[in-house]
């Protein structure tokens, strides 16, 4: 049924419904009893067995069936099975017939097996894998068990494999077991084929241990994936050849030393993605192409590890997983975390009763992935507590594959607050969502004999996650510390479409499931149609394999650190430019120089420090690392790594003097002001205190005059927050006016004063704001804000700064400052400074639930022209953060999909004097102090400038101060 399987999750295709829950059970909890309405879906379809097929063993294979089935062949029961995520064969020799057969299976949404699959998803039944069929001889290779052992050196090799032969016929066979092993090329590693006899007796079998010194063979490991091929071959006693099994092998080794995991001698760095299975049209039916797809993007932005967070995946993950370089922990399909609700969480963990079932997921798991080099860690599953059952998986696992490690967080999670407790079962600590302080405490911990890794941290729902940047630099400060899983690759939203077709993704509560965990099931590094969101792209740059220090810039001395654990950078290119005002002055290409894993060296970049420098310019060196030649996960050109340094240039802004600007004239009418100049008209609202309209050479610059605003649409990581933010009256900030004053200071400077309170209802605290307006004879309009808390404010606020409305058709946007990407405080390593310029849609982040996006920081300017080349220019003093949207803060706010938002006829800018940072609040630690926006006394300043076509560019008009 390959191919044909996709769908046949029956919620998906509109058979019973989608529900999510994250923690609890949606049924009474009885063990081992479900309820007894238990949606059902049946399947049935004929199969064809060829003539050729007689005298061969056959089995149906089904590779993941949600959550317990039985199965008809031709009318007869053939078997029942359960574990949702795992593999289930069923010999239907006797069954089945030459010509047409019918298959029909019968598969039930509850089973008892659902109280072991209580994991963070969907919940959704039906036939979601590969069924197929498989003919063998009767005399075959029931199982194999590759493993490779390497010196202590990590150098020369033996090649062990177990080999287990079943004869199903009814006579005694001998025969013989032919291995070759093959490089890469297909070229033979060892001269002669390995062969071994064997008899085995009437429906008997029989195991062959085979070893194979391989000398200096290339080693697998994530940053070098090579793979060699074995060929299995069955002969019979006169040589013919009855089957050859092809594997795959990567010489590797894995263990535990001096208080590291090491692979291959290395005690590397996990950089690393829990990964569900989701696909936003097909549910847990995922495509080989989707799967293709999510190993590609991790690859290309410098992941190396997935947890298969929270069951074994799709048996053809872990195919492209050995081929493309992925470290995999494999998860067995084990979660109870119901139980917790309950205050019982070892009830069944801890009942020999339910031990057979914990054990047979841990041993079907194995049993199926043992032979992927990619496999370093078995792990028991998550969140069910720890008991007397996990230490009997860990059993069966260590007895089946003695060669990987143990994870399981359960047990960390029971003993960390004690140290003189050591793991029964573990190898390596593991926590979820550890702050960067206790990982700081941990990683200084000495003599401990087992590593710490997070198999969960930074929490990516929605807008995030922050402080990325912190965590990587403990992990890299500390060796105990290998690094961890980010929580998680991909949003599970289903894709719907409203009535009148408006596209969106669906969560939790949205097919009426209740009770639901609602968006909490969007919690990706990637959008539900898999795009890449800005936290991926900055996790990319926090995990790049090449850091570069600054030596002397002024020479283009730097110092390139090699932070790969095992290849050099020679497949990198190395080239650089000198950047200012968006122009490329000088660059080139560099011969990369050979530096080894872990090692550096500084180069000399051959720039020229500018000649003649353009006043209050600011020079970039950008270096760029990228692919020399394809790969099989992205194309030659490809940037792995950058940096970029600002060069220590002199270049003092120009100067405009006051004197020589034209007049401006200020004249009082009724409750307006109005302020004259030569090309413009500005009209001050004294009982509102705001600029009313601002014409300049006939065009209207504003729809809505700057104002202070303190509130932004809460992000998914603000939940918390945003509760305490809206208690205190955040979102409802009243403006009141105490005076508006004006002052002609010379003949060509108007200055506007105003002061106001700030403050919500309810309360008796507020923030005391001065604006004082300097409106120049050339345009230039000089915001300065002076606020002041009063009385007892919020712990933090969620912004501060201004925020107005533009007409819709100046909706073309340029900037200098990071970009191109959307950035807060607390991440924005990913975006370089430059000059960038985009369309005001193509700012906007569409969060699944929408939110706070799109912010622009660091930003030295930013302006925003309508078609005629006319604009207005916001430059910051020195800096600010803006975004611009065509929805207003309170738009965003109150929906909560995308298709609730509809597009405004006017542009809302903020320009911030700062934002509150990400963090990951939503399911772990919020900011870092230095990224938490604290209630202070602020005092900022920014300059508004309108333009026109064929005046002085943005760009020459942002430089200027004004002085005098
Ligand atoms: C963890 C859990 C995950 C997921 C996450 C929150 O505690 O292991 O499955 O629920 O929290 O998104
Ligand atoms: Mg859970």
């Not at 099975?81 to 029909?104: K, Y």
């Not at 609700?341 to 079932?357: F, I, M, Q, T, Y």
């Not at 809302?908 to 990224?931: E, K, M």
């Amino acid at each position: 049924m390959h191919g044909d399987v996709y769908g046949l999750m029956f919620m998906m295709a509109g058979y019973g419904r989608p529900h999510y829950t994250n923690v609890i059970y949606p049924f009474p909890v009885d063990p081992p009893r479900v309820p007894s309405e238990n949606p059902t879906g049946c399947y049935r379809r004929d199969f064809y067995i060829p003539e050729s097929w007689q005298g061969y063993q056959i089995a149906l294979r089904f590779e993941g069936v949600d959550s317990a089935f039985h199965v008809w062949v031709n009318g007869n029961e053939v078997g029942y099975s359960q574990g949702s995520r795992l593999p289930t064969e069923f010999d239907i020799t006797r069954w089945v017939r030459v010509g047409m057969n019918t298959l029909a299976v019968r598969v039930y949404q509850w089973s008892d097996g659902s109280y072991l699959e209580d994991q963070d998803m969907w919940w959704l039944s039906g036939i979601f894998r590969d069924v197929y069929l498989l003919a063998r001889p009767k005399v075959h290779l029931f199982d194999y068990f590759v493993h490779t052992q390497l010196d202590e050196k990590y150098k020369d090799a033996v090649l062990h494999i177990k080999a287990v032969l079943n004869n199903a016929s009814q006579q005694e066979v001998s025969g013989e077991l032919e291995v070759k092993l093959l490089d890469a090329h297909g070229c033979p590693v060892i001269e002669n084929p390995f062969k071994e006899e064997f008899s085995i007796s009437a429906n008997g079998q029989t195991t062959l241990g085979i070893e194979i010194p391989v000398s200096n063979p290339e080693k697998w490991s994530a940053e070098s994936p090579y793979l060699y091929k074995l060929l299995l071959a069955v002969k019979d006693a006169d040589g013919r050849i009855l089957e050859v099994i092809p594997s795959r092998v990567g010489f590797r080794s894995i263990e535990l030393k001096d208080g590291n995991f090491l692979v291959n001698g290395v005690a590397i760095k996990l950089k690393g993605v829990n990964r569900h299975e989701h696909h936003p049209d097909l549910g847990r039916a995922v495509p080989l192409g989707a799967m293709v797809q999510d190993v590609i993007l991790m690859k290309r932005h410098n992941i190396n590890a997935v947890r298969t967070s929270h069951y074994p995946d799709d048996p053809r993950f872990y195919d492209l997983c050995d081929e493309y370089g992925l470290y995999v922990i494999d998860e067995a399909d084990l979660e109870c975390h119901g139980f917790a609700v309950l205050k019982d969480w070892e009830r069944l963990s801890d009942d020999p009763e339910w031990e057979e079932a914990y054990v047979d997921r841990m041993e079907r798991m194995v049993q199926r992935d043992k032979n992927h080099p990619c496999v370093i860690m078995w792990s028991l599953g998550n969140e069910s507590g720890f008991g007397r059952n996990h230490e009997a998986m860990a059993r069966k696992a260590r007895e089946i594959d003695p060669t990987r490690l143990i994870h399981y967080e359960g047990e960390t999670r029971l003993i960390f607050d004690n140290e003189e407790v050591e793991p029964r079962v573990a190898d390596v600590y593991s926590t979820m969502y550890t702050s960067v302080d206790k990982m700081i405490e941990l990683g200084q911990k000495t003599g401990m004999k087992r590593p710490h890794i997070l198999c969960e941290y930074a929490h990516a729902m929605g807008n995030g996650p922050g402080n990325l940047k912190e965590y990587w630099e403990v992990f890299y400060t500390y060796k105990r510390l290998q690094g961890g899983c980010v929580w998680e690759w991909l949003d599970h939203g289903i894709r719907r479409r409203t009535a009148d077709g408006k596209e969106y993704f669906a969560y939790g509560g949205d097919f009426g499931d209740q009770p639901n965990d609602g968006n909490f099931v969007i919690d990706g590094l990637l959008f539900p149609d898999r795009t890449p969101s800005p936290g991926l792209i900055e996790y990319k740059k926090v995990l790049e394999p090449v850091k570069v220090e600054a030596v002397d810039l002024k020479v283009g001395k730097v110092r390139i650190i090699n932070r790969y654990d095992f290849i050099s950078l020679d497949h990198l290119a190395l080239s650089w430019n000198v950047v200012a005002d968006g122009q490329v002055l000088q660059g080139g290409q560099l011969d990369m120089p050979h530096i080894k894993a872990g090692e550096s060296r500084i180069v000399t970049i051959p720039m020229q420090m500018p000649q003649t420098v353009k006043p209050g310019t600011d020079y970039w060196l950008n270096l760029h690392f990228t692919l020399a030649s394809d790969t099989p996960w992205a194309e030659r050109g490809y940037e792995v790594a950058w940096a970029q340094f600002k060069l220590p240039v002199e270049s003092p802004a120009p100067k405009v003097h006051v004197a020589s600007m034209p007049p401006v004239s200020c004249e009082q009418q009724g409750n307006k002001l109005l302020i004259l100049g030569a090309d413009f008209e500005l009209v001050f609202d004294r009982v509102r205190g705001v600029i009313q309209s601002w014409i300049y050479q006939g065009m209207d610059m504003l729809v809505k005059g700057p104002r202070m605003n303190f509130w932004r649409a809460p992000t998914d990581n603000d939940v918390h927050e945003a509760v305490m933010w809206r208690k205190a009256g955040l979102d409802r900030m009243q403006h009141r006016i105490d005076s508006v004053e004006f002052k002609a200071c010379d003949k060509n400077v108007v200055q506007v004063k105003v002061t106001s309170r700030i403050a919500p209802p309810v309360y008796d605290w507020g923030i005391l704001c001065e604006y004082i307006y300097n409106i120049y004879g050339s345009g230039d309009v000089v915001v300065e804000v002076h606020g002041v808390p009063q009385g007892k404010l919020p712990d933090t606020l969620p912004r501060i700064g201004l925020q107005m409305a533009l007409p819709a058709c100046m909706d073309a946007v340029s900037w200098y400052g990071r970009g191109p990407g959307e950035s807060y405080c607390d991440s924005k390593e990913a975006n370089r400074f430059g000059v960038y310029s985009r369309k005001v849609d193509d700012l906007y982040t569409p969060y699944v639930r929408p939110q706070e996006n799109g912010n622009r920081t660091d930003v030295r300017w930013v302006s925003f022209t309508n078609s005629r080349g006319m604009g207005l220019l916001a430059v910051g003093m020195p800096q600010m953060e803006f975004s611009a949207h065509w929805f207003t803060t309170q738009d965003l706010d109150a929906a909560s999909h995308t298709y609730e938002l509809t597009r405004r006829d006017f542009i809302t800018v903020n320009l911030d004097y700062r934002q509150h940072g990400l963090g990951s609040a939503s399911c772990g630690p919020g900011q870092l102090p230095q990224y938490r926006l604290l209630p202070h006394e602020f005092n900022f300043s920014l300059r508004l400038r309108p333009f026109s076509k064929d005046a002085i560019s943005p760009v020459e008009l942002a430089k200027q101060v004004i002085e005098g």
